[in-house]
């Protein structure tokens, strides 16, 4: 009886390690989508961000990168993996009414909630949520699809 007692807490530990691994070399970085203004990188590392369903997507963003005040239908939770990240709330982007999230930090923005993210300095995020993703700018002329037609 005692010996069943220790294993039920080491499978419990070792589960999480039964679903999908890869290393930090192993994720795949190409242009960001057009929904985000040029000159970040994007990766896919779980799911289909598209699509129904949970997905984990990484953004490397240059000093000084902004993503003007935007909404999703769904709550969107971000880890900033380095670097540091001015997120705000509003629909204008101020630095001065954001909350500076250094590396290791976490937020989650509510669905329908407007914000705003700027990197401090070279950044890289981690965003998961549940698909499909959809991002709406609070002014169409901040949507980087936009501007490019």
Excluded: C
């Excluded at 007692?5 to 390690?17: G, N, Q, T």
């Excluded at 799911?47 to 990484?58: I, K, L, N, W």
């Amino acid at each position: 009886m005692r010996r069943s007692l220790l294993l039920v807490p080491m499978l419990l530990l070792a589960a999480p390690l039964a679903g999908q691994v890869a290393s930090g070399a192993a994720v795949k970085w190409g242009p960001a989508p057009p929904f985000f203004p040029a000159g970040a990188k994007f990766a896919v590392v779980q799911g289909d961000p598209g699509a129904s369903g949970e997905y984990t997507v990484r953004l490397q963003m240059p000093a000084g990168y902004v993503i003007a005040p935007h909404w999703h239908p769904t709550d969107e939770h971000v880890t900033v993996l380095s670097g540091a990240l001015l997120l705000g709330m509003g629909d204008q982007a101020d630095r001065g009414k954001a909350t500076r999230i250094a590396a290791g930090g976490f937020i989650t923005a509510p669905a329908n909630a407007h914000h705003f993210a700027i990197a401090a300095m070279p950044s890289v995020v981690q965003v998961h949520g549940k698909g499909p993703f959809a991002i709406t700018y609070v002014r169409a002329a901040d949507d980087p699809r936009t501007a490019r037609h």
